[in-house]
């Protein structure tokens, strides 16, 4: 009989943090090719205002979304993952600032990402966006990481 693995262990939860990461920094570098390899074959965005995408419609978005000359800063913060069983909640905020016409208008959303192991693996099977209202924005003392003209910034430890 095959061991079941132990999804609440430090090294699945450090797993799943990398696989944030990874979904983040995708977005920002529009790397299309790597965030259709941690996407599930049945994977379905929703967007902020209710609007489904298929997977298809998503990676085609996906290959342009991030301008570092529109969104001039981009930060993950207040990161919360939740494992039950083969599923995993991925939760962050994103504080997003974009320059248009010289005028920098700043504002935040939070995501879930569910993930669910299959087959080995960690895959992501939906991504589901909300905006946040400024009376709930996280801190930021709960910065995870930053991006300023779409370049990564050291984390000051």
């Known amino acids: 009989m095959l061991a079941q693995p132990d999804h609440q262990s430090a090294e699945t ?3 799943l943090r990398a696989l944030n ?11 299309v090719a790597s965030h259709d390899a941690i996407l599930h074959p049945s994977f379905i965005d929703i967007r902020p205002n ?4 298929d997977r298809a419609t998503y990676l085609k978005r996906w290959a342009t979304g991030f301008d570092p000359k529109v969104i001039v800063y981009w930060d993950v913060r207040d990161e919360l993952i939740t494992v039950i069983g ?3 909640l991925v939760r962050s905020t994103n504080k997003c600032t974009r320059r248009r016409d010289g005028a920098d208008v700043t504002g935040m ?6 993930y669910l192991f299959e087959n080995g693996k960690w895959t992501c099977i ?8 400024p009376e ?11 991006y300023i003209d779409g370049k990564l910034q050291k984390q000051l430890s």
């Open 13 to 15: 939860m450090d797993t």
């Open 21 to 31: 990461a990874r979904f983040i920094h995708n977005f920002v570098t529009n790397d």
């Open 50 to 53: 209710g609007q489904r995408q």
């Open 86 to 88: 083969d599923v995993a």
């Open 109 to 114: 959303t939070t995501y879930t990402d569910t």
């Open 126 to 133: 939906q991504a589901q966006i909300t905006t946040v209202a």
């Open 136 to 146: 709930n924005y996280p801190s930021d003392d709960t910065i995870v990481s930053a």
